[in-house]
DNA sequence: CGGTAACCGGACGCCCCCGTCCACTTGGGT
DNA sequence: ACCCAAGTGGACGGGGGCGTCCGGTTACCG
């Protein structure tokens, strides 16, 4: 759905947007969002014309080479959606999302609104209404905070992404856990102060757990 | 001592020196450290050739600007040693200078080596060290969990410079929340999880804490 | 008050990116 | 084998940032 009608392309056509596609994943993911359209032209073996005709934005671009990324991401909630303890799930969906950002830094900042209003990629919302389905589960539960609200998930989620180092290794690393710290913070404990108020984040997400 | 020996100065040399000083550093805190020099030539009401000849190059620009900052960064972390209380002092170190990260983005990236290998700008390994003290207290004090490693402020850092919303107040809240996570996961508690392994980050610091 | 050195800012050349146009090439149907 | 529309990449003009040079201006000292 996010693919264009797979119109019928000429085969040489099919196959220099395959290359650049491999050629924009790679350099997002190394680089971030920023590549210069010619470096992912230049890395694809076209010239910069093929690229604009088969890709007129950049954020036709994004959208299209992330597309597998958020399908994962989406995966990922649903794996932990599907969890008989939703605390679990919870913590499995917060470890496994900022793995996947460490990763791929392009597609940390696609998926971060990085483009104000991109049309709802791959229903964005309605994974966001699936986690907040975990959390008020896991809240019911007892093992997340009372406190807890849905931009939180955000914040550490743009929290995650301003984490760099050199080595994609050590980011993972770093991620793990910067990942291990957000779950604790958001277990529930009986001493625990309460939070200074959430703010409302910039994303369209609907503020309530 | 960042400072250049104040060398006699022709008075008008002094002024613009002063309002490029005061355009960067708004600038910076408005919208990070890449805006063009020429953008802060311009709000200066200077030439380019005035501001390069004053500043050859942009780290010197930037080290200047933030020298406040700085001192006030190294004075939250003398307030918070000074606490009796060590878990207190070291909440207030990481609230505070969240709170000031928050309010000024160009800081943010220029203290956590934006620009690699600056030139221990202003002490910042004896911050650093001062702050590992206050740490070290702070778990002999059984407040801050054991397996907390000096690293982790970095981390908390850097993601705190991750978070962006729209207004700097909005962002000011956020950092807050955030911060109160922070210490949150920080604190040490009786039943909570083991963290994954730190990662050594890139700065300089000494992992030890 | 006058001379000089310090100082100024506009203008220049360089490089990189952007998005588009167009003359040539090539896939694939007949 | 032929043809032509789909497809291609090089080239172009525009815009913006960079760092530097230079002819005019101005503070300061005697």
């Known amino acids: 759905m996010p693919d264009r009608l797979p119109q019928k392309l000429r085969s040489d056509a099919k196959d220099n947007r395959d290359r650049i596609l491999d050629a924009a994943r790679a350099l997002f993911s190394a680089d971030g969002l920023d590549v210069p359209m010619r470096e992912i032209a230049r890395r694809a073996g076209v010239?910069?014309?093929?690229?604009?005709?088969?890709?007129?934005?950049k954020q036709t671009l994004v959208a299209e080479a992330f597309a597998d990324q958020l399908h994962a991401c989406r995966a990922i909630v649903d794996e932990g959606c599907a969890d008989a303890d939703p605390w679990r799930g919870l913590c499995l969906v917060i470890e496994k999302i900022c793995e996947l950002h460490a990763r791929d830094r392009g597609f940390t900042e696609a998926f971060l609104s990085a483009f104000p209003g991109a049309p709802d990629?791959?229903?964005?919302?309605?994974?966001?209404?699936?986690?907040?389905?975990?959390?008020?589960?896991?809240?019911?539960?007892?093992?997340?905070r009372s406190d807890f609200v849905l931009d939180d998930l955000i914040l550490i989620l743009m929290a995650n992404k301003g984490i760099h180092t050199r080595s994609t290794d050590a980011q993972v690393m770093a991620s793990r856990r910067f990942a291990g710290l957000a779950i604790q913070a958001l277990e529930a404990c009986p001493h625990h102060a309460p939070l200074p108020p959430a703010a409302r984040l910039a994303t369209g997400a609907p503020a309530g757990a």
Request: charged fraction near 30%; avoid cysteine; glycine fraction near 12%.
């Open 121 to 144: 990629v791959a229903g964005r919302e309605y994974t966001l209404k699936a986690v907040a389905g975990l959390a008020r589960r896991a809240k019911d539960a007892g093992r997340l």
């Open 47 to 57: 010239g910069p014309a093929t690229l604009y005709r088969r890709f007129p934005t």
